[in-house]
């Protein structure tokens, strides 16, 4: 069982749709949850960071901490084109890094 | 803050040379900075791990003597591509964590590189 998973997707919405994003992991340790925004040949970009269970708001973009389900989420409000990326989640626990395999979304104008 | 700098951005290489990728922290001091490689729509490959002033980590499969990494400082990290082959050719990404921080890794933009 891999220690985070993440659905590949592809998702696919129209514009102006909620997106949600989900991952989902197995080692209680995880403390840091996050999420990235790899557009197409760059590197990843870091759009949200979380400590604790809960939700934190970024403008459209909300991040859901659920650590008794070992669940986490983003979700993309009025989702626009420029949205379209792959979203990878990731989760630390000490010095230790795992990212999740990306989901690819497509914002359709 | 957080900026991760890498160059250079794409390279093309002839089969047999050596290729250096510099990952650079700008505005901050990087405890651990981390190598990965990516192949198209695949997620991120864990390379190496590296701290300043010591050895680098690598992950199980990786070629040590191949991918030399080197940690020279606490900005800068440089991944030497020896004796490329067209299997090397790559998305290189590079990403560091802030010293005395307990957060996240910012990336660089990666390097693009092509073995003919």
């Known amino acids: 069982q891999k220690e985070v998973e993440q659905d590949p997707g592809p998702l696919s919405v129209p514009e102006g749709a909620i997106v949600s994003l989900n991952c989902t992991y197995s080692?209680?340790?995880?403390?840091?949850f996050m999420w990235y925004r790899q557009y197409s040949r760059k590197g990843p970009e870091l759009l949200m960071y979380?400590?604790?269970?809960g939700n934190k708001e970024d403008g459209r973009f909300t991040a859901q901490v659920d650590k008794s389900s070992k669940y986490i989420s983003l979700f993309i409000r009025d989702s626009q084109p420029s949205d379209s990326a792959t979203y990878l989640c990731?989760?630390?626990?000490?010095?230790?890094?795992?990212f999740g395999t990306g989901t690819s979304l497509t914002v359709i104008p | 803050g957080a900026v991760v700098s890498q160059h250079p951005s794409w390279v093309i290489c002839k089969s047999g040379t050596s290729v250096k990728i510099e990952c650079r922290s700008l505005?901050?001091?990087?405890?651990?900075m981390f190598w990965y490689r990516q192949f198209p729509k695949q997620s991120l490959m864990l390379m190496a791990t590296?701290?300043?002033?010591?050895?680098?980590?690598?992950e199980q499969g990786v070629e040590k003597d191949k991918f030399l990494i080197n940690h020279a400082s606490l900005t800068l990290s440089t991944l030497t591509v020896t004796s490329a082959h067209p299997e090397d050719s790559s998305f290189y990404i590079c990403?560091?964590?802030?010293?005395?921080?307990?957060?996240?890794?910012?990336f660089g933009p990666g390097t693009r590189l092509t073995v003919l």
């Open positions: 990403s560091a964590t802030r010293r005395g921080g307990t957060d996240t890794q910012y």
């Open positions: 080692n209680s340790a995880f403390q840091y």
């Open positions: 979380t400590y604790s269970s």
């Open positions: 990731a989760m630390r626990a000490g010095n230790q890094f795992y």
């Open positions: 505005d901050f001091q990087a405890t651990t």
């Open positions: 590296s701290n300043e002033g010591s050895k680098a980590t690598y």
